[in-house]
């Protein structure tokens, strides 16, 4: 596997995608062949999208305030990872423990980090439909068969350090099903998969750094990957139920977010931990939460840029 970084002037509130990652390109003179797949840094994508807040028009709740108080964060940055989670755990000085999509990360996914000026760059709206888009867009552009994922970084339990997640992605399939297979001395595997857009994300991510970089993209050919066009992936989640951290974790805290919004996730929770508020399972176990009250206070219309994800 090959994996191209590639370096961007900065990307600013509203700029295409596109027509940057085609500018990124030329500079590395590179080209596009099928089956490569493009990484993506989440923030960039979010801020194509005009999708920033800017902390001087947010006001925090008293949820926030409490949060804040207690975990050692400016109460308006609680206030917008209060309203991007679907759930809030816990947390450590300076972090909170959130789940977001289907996936636990700190603080909802929202960034400070590379944000422009007194504002925070939150996780696109709906990343899945971000990827697809993007990868229809540069399939037309040029005429070539991709995946695409959209990367952001995590932390992982006992570990120092971040590693790259998958988000989004489009055009392949993102997990591997090594269950029924064989290994070297023959034992048949129970429990195996093998997440390859995490994978890829992982690579990407060590190439795009996490401060002063300039590489929102990252060019990878010769995944061990299956491309599907524009059928559906199939899920990078998996019920809390199954998992062997947050199934240990006690139920999240009684904070609930202001900002009325629509998330669509890969599965839905167990019904053990439904703590969701409008939970809709659908026919291919996708489900909807849609939280309840609305807040006009974090208006997403600060002109901002960003170095990289």
Not at 180 to 197: C, I, P, W
Request: hydrophobic residues 40%.
């Amino acid at each position: 596997m090959q994996l191209y970084p590639l370096k961007s002037r900065l990307i600013l509130f509203g700029d295409s995608i596109t027509k940057r990652l085609i500018e990124s390109l030329a500079a590395a003179r590179l080209g596009i062949k099928n089956g490569d797949i493009i990484a993506i840094a989440s923030k960039v994508v979010s801020l194509s999208e005009k999708n920033i807040v800017s902390l001087a028009k947010v006001k925090p709740t008293t949820s926030a305030r409490r949060l804040a108080r207690r975990f050692g964060l400016p109460p308006e940055f609680a206030q917008v990872v209060l309203d991007e989670s679907d759930a809030v755990y816990s947390g450590v000085p300076g972090v909170l423990l959130t789940l977001k999509n289907g996936n636990a990360v700190a603080n909802s996914g929202v960034d400070r980090k590379n944000a422009p000026g007194e504002s925070v760059v939150p996780w696109p709206v709906n990343p899945q439909r971000s990827a697809a888009t993007i990868r229809r867009t540069i399939t037309h552009k040029f005429g070539k068969k991709i995946g695409v994922v959209i990367v952001d970084s995590r932390v992982t339990p006992l570990r120092l350090g971040t590693i790259g997640l998958a988000i989004a992605c489009s055009g392949f399939q993102p997990v591997r099903d090594g269950r029924g297979m064989r290994d070297l001395y023959g034992r048949e595997v129970v429990m195996t998969l093998q997440s390859l857009a995490d994978g890829i994300a992982g690579a990407a991510h060590l190439l795009m750094g996490e401060t002063r970089e300039t590489i929102p993209f990252v060019l990878v050919r010769g995944a061990p990957i299956e491309l599907i066009g524009g059928k559906q992936a199939g899920s990078m989640t998996l019920p809390i139920k199954d998992c062997l951290y947050m199934s240990q974790i006690p139920n999240p805290l009684p904070e609930r977010p202001l900002l009325r919004r629509e998330v669509c996730c890969a599965r839905p929770p167990s019904s053990g931990n439904d703590f969701l508020s409008g939970r809709v399972s659908g026919r291919d176990d996708r489900f909807r939460v849609q939280y309840r009250l609305g807040w006009a206070g974090a208006t997403r219309d600060f002109k901002g840029s960003s170095l990289n994800g």
